[in-house]
């Protein structure tokens, strides 16, 4: 079982205006493959996400961080921007799988600037703020995480089959 991470970033969470369900949805979906053991939710504030992520990934050693919020055009939106600051690795096929699911539900999935990446030994992988952007998003990639994550950690070696034509 995976140690999971969640950090939202919300202004308007963090200051009480409004209810986190977005991290609730995560909790619900992940529940199978590992357990949360860690949640955080502040502003977005670049220097602040950055620093949860490092904590996340240094201290907690955690296998998997996801960020839900931060990721669209609005100014304020600097996951993505925090999330490049801490990882040593893109892993561009993660968020280009998401954002192709999405787009066959709504068009508007091609306005997301959400990455993922590998820090040490933790995957990192950025979500949309609303409820129904992780789940849409989420199901796309969940069942590769857990595989990904032992290739990363150096338990699993079979990356692929041989082809057989």
Known sequence: MLK???LTASDKGSRGERTDTSSQVIREMVKDIGEVVAYEMVPDEKALIAEKLRKFCDVLKVDLVLT???TGFSPRDVTPEATKEVIEKETPGIPEAMRMFSFEKSHQSILSRAIAGI???TLIINLPGSPKGVR???EVVLDMIPHGINI???RSYDCGKEDER
């Open 4 to 6: 999971i991470a969640i």
């Open 68 to 70: 839900t919020g931060g």
């Open 119 to 121: 820090r040490k030994q």
């Open 136 to 138: 849409e998003n989420l």
């Open 152 to 154: 990363l950690q150096g």
